[in-house]
């Protein structure tokens, strides 16, 4: 099969289209042919030598792990009669994180309870943009953060690739959504349903937002420390970008505000609720830009300049 391959990591041009082994699916397992694949800024920094890559032990791997495409074979003992999908079937799905082997490739192999069945109304390119950022989002607000009806959340990056879902989540949760981003994105983050907006390269957020009950931060760094004023002493902050989780924490105890990191766990909640929300008209999936498989250098390239609003996809 063709499959985009990280020989080495280091800069985009570490991708090469090659062809190599198409997987066979082991125990318990579906082999998929995908249709379209998600970018991820995991992706990027997995590529770079970074995030997951540092359980690689150095060998070459498959990038990506967000898919959407056609269940094309079951592994052994594979038992599909409660999935809700049989073979021939569309499905979506964010395939063995954080293990390697990935989806940006012809074909993707993981146990079946990494899939859900693709509803006819979902695109295939928007299927492959949900599943990672989607359950972030989820297991994030509601398994970490609790966000409950009426309770006030502050999205940071509210206009990416997981705060558009993220804001979608909260206010279907029934909380008061506030979201920062460029002004550009301001109409958007109202469309997606924030109830107050803030433009980060002209305003300070800290001086127009009333208190939190949470701060979903998706940046890090001096967004986070100064965010901490901001949250309610029954609150918290939790922190994504893996690599400002520490540091984040670290302050947050200092000045005695509860703080977490959060990691999307594969298998874990969140994408039979999200296709919920979705049937009911709740959830809109953000395309910004799609690229065919054999450029997903380039889709690396405008990803990491780190402005997307919404998702990245690629087409296979
Ligand atoms: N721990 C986990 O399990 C996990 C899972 C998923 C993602 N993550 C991490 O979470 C972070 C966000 O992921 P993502 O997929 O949403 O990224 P993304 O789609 O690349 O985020 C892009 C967005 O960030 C906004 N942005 C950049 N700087 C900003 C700032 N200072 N204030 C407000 N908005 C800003 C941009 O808006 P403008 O164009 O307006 O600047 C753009 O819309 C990444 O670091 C990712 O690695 C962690």
Request: proline share 7%.
């Given at each position: 099969m063709r499959a985009i391959v990280c020989q080495t990591p280091g800069g985009p041009e570490a991708l090469s289209l090659?062809?190599?082994?198409?997987?066979?699916?082991?125990?318990?397992?579906?082999?998929?042919?995908?249709?379209?694949?998600?970018?991820?800024?995991?992706?990027?920094?997995?590529?770079?030598?970074?995030?997951?890559?540092?359980?690689?032990g150095g060998k070459p791997f498959v990038v990506g792990w967000d898919v959407a495409?056609?269940?094309d074979a079951l592994g052994p003992d594979t038992d599909l009669d409660e999935r809700g999908f049989a073979v021939g079937d569309p499905v979506l799905g964010m395939a063995r994180f954080p293990s390697p082997d990935g989806a940006y490739a012809e074909?993707?192999?993981?146990?079946?309870?990494?899939?859900?069945?693709?509803?006819?109304?979902?695109?295939?390119?928007?299927?492959?943009?949900?599943?990672?950022?989607?359950?972030?989002?989820?297991?994030?607000?509601?398994?970490?953060?609790?966000?409950?009806?009426?309770?006030?959340?502050?999205?940071h990056a509210a206009a990416g690739g997981v705060g558009h879902l993220a804001v979608q989540i909260?206010?279907?949760?029934?909380?008061?959504v506030i979201g920062t981003a460029s002004g550009a994105k301001h109409d958007l983050l109202r469309e997606l349903g924030c109830d107050q907006v803030v433009d980060y390269r002209t305003e300070r957020f800290e001086e127009v937002v009333e208190p939190v009950d949470l701060v979903?931060?998706?940046?890090?760094?001096?967004?986070a420390v100064r965010s901490f004023d901001l949250v309610k002493p029954s609150g918290m902050l939790?922190?994504?970008?893996?690599?400002?989780?520490?540091?984040?924490?670290?302050?947050?105890e200092e000045r005695g505000v509860r703080a977490s990191g959060a990691y999307v766990r594969a298998g874990g909640p969140g994408l039979s609720e999200l296709l919920r929300l979705h049937a009911d008209g709740k959830l809109r999936i953000r395309v910004a830009e799609t690229f065919p498989l054999e450029r997903a250098a380039d889709a690396h390239r405008l990803g990491e300049q780190g402005h997307t609003t919404g998702k990245i996809v690629l087409t296979v």
């Open positions: 090659r062809d190599i082994p198409t997987p066979e699916p082991g125990p318990g397992e579906v082999r998929v042919r995908v249709e379209a694949a998600g970018v991820n800024p995991i992706d990027w920094k997995t590529r770079s030598g970074l995030g997951a890559a540092k359980s690689f495409g056609v269940v074909y993707v192999t993981a146990p079946a309870g990494h899939f859900r069945a693709r509803p006819a109304d979902l695109s295939v390119v928007e299927a492959a943009a949900l599943p990672l950022a989607g359950m972030t989002a989820w297991q994030s607000l509601v398994d970490v953060g609790h966000l409950e009806a009426g309770q006030r959340v502050l999205i909260a206010k279907a949760l029934g909380a008061h979903y931060d998706l940046v890090g760094g001096e967004t939790i922190c994504l970008p893996t690599v400002a989780v520490g540091a984040a924490v670290a302050a947050a």
